[in-house]
């Protein structure tokens, strides 16, 4: 296995962090990797270490405001400017790998990204794959906490407050949740107004655009999620004809991470489900 890593101009001018996998032998498909809220890029080894070893490459990088690249830290101007840097990532991708399968996997707020992306570049992408996804973000978020991001997104968009994600329930396996929270590039505590206002705004009209998408799609999500919430709603939404949904009893929020016994299923659906879209 090969590890790259690079970085390329977003948009604005930010430079971009991202990191490759690739297989010993040339790639059967692309993953096209999009991380989550708070978090970064490193953090899927359960998901390359299944698919690279059965020639996948996996590119991904970390959003403006994460991990290695740069911004201000859990910011963003416009939720477009996401969607953005993951085209410009696309490029790369495919002036190095034009003749092979791309498929995009969103997570959480990186679930939220492919579909849009989907949606806006939908002739680009041969499947799209989605986990810890649904149509709202967050089912403990509070009141206080809506009402604040509307108002201050737009008179101090880089406030921050308290994003009330609890660790705890990414994971059922402790040293996943404990590694999350003492990980230097992952910070959850605190979201911008901006961020927040922005997110919400864009998971609210989910509903509405993924009845646009025609491509094979995979939705991976735990039913005891509860960072993201709605799955069971925005699923209904889906009229493409090529569909799996996979809820997950018991699962929670990063169904990848879970105890190895608990995310074998999902890492085996996942290979299974590609091999069969290329």
């Known amino acids: 296995m090969e590890h790259i890593e690079s970085e390329f101009e977003g948009q604005k001018g930010l430079t971009i962090y991202y990191q490759a996998w690739l297989p010993d032998e040339k790639p059967k498909a692309v993953i096209h990797l999009v991380h989550g809220f708070g978090e970064h890029s490193g953090r899927y080894g359960n998901v390359v270490e299944k698919l690279v070893p059965m020639g996948y490459a996996i590119y991904a ?6 991990g290695k690249s740069e911004g201000i830290e859990n910011y963003v101007e416009s939720f477009e400017y996401f969607i953005e840097d993951e085209k410009k990532l696309y490029d790369i991708i495919k002036e190095k790998h034009s003749d092979i399968p791309y498929f995009i996997l969103g997570h959480s707020m990186g679930s939220g990204i492919a579909q849009h992306f989907a949606n806006k570049y939908q002739d680009l992408l041969d499947g799209l794959i989605i986990s810890g996804a649904g149509n709202t973000v967050g089912e403990d978020v509070s009141g206080f906490v809506i009402f604040m991001s509307k108002i201050f997104s737009k008179i101090a968009p880089k406030m921050t407050f308290d994003s009330n994600l609890d660790a705890n329930f990414l994971s059922h396996d402790p040293e996943v949740v404990q590694a999350y929270i003492e990980d230097p590039l992952v910070h959850y505590k605190e979201i911008t107004a901006r961020l927040a206002k922005e997110m919400m705004d864009y998971f609210s009209i989910l509903d509405e655009i993924v ?22 709603e925005l699923k209904e939404h889906y ?4 569909k799996t949904v996979n809820i997950y009893n018991g699962l ?3 169904v990848y991470n879970e105890p190895p016994e608990k995310r074998e299923q ?6 299974e489900w590609l091999d069969s879209h290329i």
């Open 211 to 232: 009845e646009d998408l025609t491509i094979p799609l995979l939705v991976q999500c735990g039913s005891e999620d509860k960072a993201v919430f709605g799955i069971e």
């Open 239 to 242: 009229k493409m004809e090529d």
């Open 61 to 66: 990088d970390d959003h403006r405001g994460h």
């Open 266 to 271: 999902v890492l085996n659906d996942l290979a």
């Open 252 to 254: 929670y929020h990063e």
